[in-house]
């Protein structure tokens, strides 16, 4: 695929840095070239985390060869900042008892694909892995491979409308705020319809080396939405359970896709209650 890139990916800081704690990466969905929604999906996360979020912008139509690279280099340039040394959140002190290399992974939808991708190239560089309804099963949905075929041919008025029309599919929208709900509409209809199209495409393509991520033995935790409308999640999260030996699975039992944006679906608490945080 032909790359054709003006603007390059960057690192979103969604609250204030805090080097004091390990460093969290966060690859959002395929439709967030917006940025509302990312404050959203890891709100409370700051708790424990000096959080990244890994923004792509829209005319930005990279490979996942290139994603990749520029995700570890930015998340290089992070390490070599400053020395970072682990606190325990909340400690009354604040004061470092050891030195870390922590560094969290967290992936969601389309991030887990381009996730999935950097641990097969450099699968030592993060500690802890987070994968969120995992898009690595696009190919296992049939309509959803032919509307990557049918799309380039779509008008760009019904394009428009189908961002609207796409959220029941995304989130379980009777447990979304009006302010979550208006973000995630925002999101997916903010890229133009080539950018959607790209995303499509690297989708459809999407492989992986089943045998070189078997060799990771960091801890994964994988959470899948019982109630995914879009892609097969909880199949996917058995199905890459069996692939990392060191692996969690937590089901979701109320929601849809894009489950961070909902109001009882808190990250930070989920990641407390599978003891996936270092302290």
């Not at 890229?191 to 990771?216: G, H, Y």
């Not at 801890?219 to 899948?224: F, K, R, Y």
Request: overall charge negative.
């Amino acid at each position: 695929m032909l790359s054709k890139v003006r603007s390059h990916p960057y690192f979103l800081t969604p609250q204030s840095s805090n080097p004091s704690y390990p460093l969290l990466i966060f690859l959002p969905g395929m439709d967030e070239t917006g940025k509302d929604l990312m404050y959203i999906q890891t709100a409370g996360l700051e708790a424990a985390f000096d959080v990244r979020c890994f923004v792509i912008p829209p005319d930005n139509l990279t490979t996942w060869d290139e994603m990749t690279e520029e995700l570890v280099t930015l998340t290089q340039i992070e390490l070599e900042k400053e020395p970072r040394r682990h606190v325990r959140p909340g400690s009354p002190t604040e004061v470092a008892y050891r030195e870390t290399s922590l560094v969290y992974l967290c992936a969601e939808s389309f991030g887990g694909c381009l996730a999935l991708k950097v641990l097969e190239k450099f699968p030592q560089l993060f500690t802890n892995i987070i994968l969120i309804n995992s898009a690595s099963s696009f190919h296992r949905v049939p309509w959803l491979n032919l509307g990557s075929l049918l799309f380039p041919y779509t008008p760009q008025l019904f394009y428009k409308i189908s961002s609207f029309l796409s959220l029941p599919f995304l989130a379980n929208l009777s447990r979304v705020s009006p302010v979550a709900s208006q973000a995630l509409l925002k999101s997916t209809s903010f890229a133009p319809k080539k950018t959607a199209n790209q995303r499509l495409s690297l989708m459809k393509e999407f492989d992986i080396d089943e045998n070189k991520l078997s060799q990771i033995t960091q801890p994964v935790l994988l959470i899948a939405s019982k109630n995914d409308r879009l892609l097969p999640s909880e199949a996917e999260a058995q199905s890459l359970s069996n692939i990392f030996p060191n692996s969690q699975i937590i089901t979701l039992p109320n929601s849809g896709h894009a489950c961070l944006v909902q109001n009882d679906v808190n990250l930070y608490q989920i990641l407390l209650s599978a003891n996936f945080i270092v302290t």
